[in-house]
């Protein structure tokens, strides 16, 4: 069974930068089937999906959203079996609960979400 | 980027009788595979969205068979057969044939 288990501040300054993390158990995060993605959720902005790393052709691959592309990176560390968000220059309008998602390649789906992590951008 | 559109935004439902929620996406899902890259998930009260189903009518792994998912193109419909009261939470499409991954803007079903 895949589990995910998301960890990181809840609170953030503007002009900072979100930090979260992503740690998986039951799969690997170089495994070459799947992508690790980020997903954030807001009332304005709805459920917005940010940006995916995934192993393939024995290396690192990397897509983003239009929307956050230029303040995002999304990397993934084998040592920990995890993979990570850095959104930089943040401002209120980043405030969300953050998920974490595993995609399926070949199937086309998220299958397996992390539990959300509520994040605000306030002074 | 493909706009996704579902209808309607609440639906009152009593248990025991069908329910159906629209989505409509800005550009045919349609691959020439075949397949139509559409998705539908659940998300319930204080959860994370849960897959239910993919390429438009495949019902995902435990999903009960009173989901189906039709469609093609640019129009697809859920439906729930008969309601049971662990349906109710709000309901996302999402578009899978390219990225960024869109979502409609959901559908809160409620008894």
């Known amino acids: 069974q895949v589990q995910l288990q998301q960890s990181g501040p809840g609170l953030v300054r503007p002009s900072q930068t979100i930090s979260l993390t992503c740690a998986i158990s039951g799969d690997s995060v170089s495994s070459n089937s799947v992508g690790w993605n980020w997903i954030r959720q807001s009332p304005s902005r709805g459920l917005e999906w940010l940006g995916r790393?995934?192993?393939?052709?024995?290396?690192?691959?990397?897509g983003y959203g239009l929307s956050v592309e230029g303040r995002i990176t999304i990397n993934a560390d084998t040592s920990k079996n995890q993979f990570s968000l850095q959104l930089h220059s943040v401002t209120p309008e980043d405030t969300a609960i953050y998920y974490c998602?595993?995609?399926?390649?070949?199937?086309?789906?998220?299958?397996?979400w992390g539990q959300g992590t509520q994040v605000t951008v306030s002074s | 980027d493909v706009v996704m559109t579902q209808s309607p935004l609440s639906l009152p439902v009593t248990p025991g009788e069908p329910a159906s929620i629209s989505c409509r996406s800005s550009r045919s899902l349609l691959d020439s595979n075949g397949y139509n890259y559409l998705d539908w998930y659940l998300q319930k009260p204080g959860q994370s969205p849960q897959l239910l189903i993919h390429l438009g009518s495949n019902r995902a792994s435990g999903v009960p068979d009173r989901f189906s998912g039709s469609g093609s193109g640019t129009d697809f419909t859920l439906k729930i057969n008969r309601v049971e009261a662990e349906d109710v939470g709000i309901y996302y499409c999402?578009?899978?044939?390219?990225?960024?991954?869109?979502f409609g803007g959901g559908t809160k079903v409620e008894i």
């Open positions: 998602a595993r995609w399926k390649h070949e199937e086309k789906y998220f299958d397996y």
């Open positions: 790393t995934f192993y393939m052709l024995s290396k690192w691959n990397y």
């Open positions: 999402m578009q899978t044939l390219q990225t960024p991954h869109t």
